[in-house]
């Protein structure tokens, strides 16, 4: 099993673009979260789903969109990048929440200049 | 906002010793998870406890619950350099919040 994975690893983006960070798990986990960690402020969660077509803010869910057409995927769409973007940002999923923990993708490192 | 906040902020230790990070957090909760993240990598399960339980062991972890408190304490025993990380504990009730995390560091 391959997991969580996530794409790209690293990106940079002027101010303004837009992009999608991808997610997909193979684990066929319902539930998918995604969450930006900044320096000493852990991670905090932007936007999660329960299941295929069912999404949800999170904390900062300000600037970036999501969808959920399967089981499989989730990703994460920054509209209209700004310089406060600038994040390490985890894709992780589960399958039973009450009584198993998240698996999290290695991560995407981006840079808005 | 952040619903755990763990403490302390940094803890350095020498190797064979025991490590014990706290977590304390504000409201209700179905269950608090530990995660482990390695510099610069993603963050990994360590434990779940539930809100009806009080303590659990995993190999040389050992968690406890006071939802009295709204506490949780993760020890880690005969530490290791290998167990040089950030430590997370993230409490879950409709979704899964993060504290803010320890530094340990394990010397040689």
């Known amino acids: 099993n391959a997991g969580v994975t996530q794409t790209p690893k690293f990106q940079v983006l002027k101010t303004g673009q837009s992009m999608t960070l991808q997610c997909a798990q193979d684990m066929n986990h319902e539930y998918m979260s995604w969450y930006r960690q900044d320096p000493g402020m852990g991670l905090r969660l932007i936007h999660y789903s329960v299941g295929a077509g069912i999404t949800d803010q999170g904390e900062v869910p300000n600037g970036y969109n999501v969808s959920r057409s399967t089981t499989e995927d989730f990703p994460l769409r920054l509209l209209s990048a700004a310089p406060s973007q600038t994040s390490v940002y985890f894709c992780?999923?589960?399958?039973?929440?009450?009584?198993?923990?998240?698996?999290f993708g290695s991560g995407t490192r981006l840079t808005v200049v | 906002s952040q619903q755990g906040e763990e403490d302390p902020q940094a803890l350095s230790i020498q190797e064979g010793e025991n490590a014990t990070m706290n977590c304390s957090y504000k409201t209700s909760i179905n269950n608090l998870q530990w995660y482990r993240q390695n510099s610069g990598r993603g963050l990994v399960h360590l434990i779940l406890?539930?809100?009806?339980?009080r303590e659990k062991h995993s190999g040389r972890l050992r968690v406890t619950l006071d939802t009295s408190k709204k506490s949780s304490s993760l020890l880690i025993t005969a530490s290791r350099a290998a167990d040089t990380a950030s430590y997370f504990c993230?409490?879950?009730?409709?979704?899964?919040?993060f504290g803010e995390g320890t530094q340990l560091t394990v010397n040689p």
């Open positions: 992780a999923s589960s399958y039973d929440r009450l009584n198993y923990g998240y698996t």
């Open positions: 406890i539930r809100s009806n339980e």
């Open positions: 993230a409490t879950f009730r409709s979704r899964l919040t």
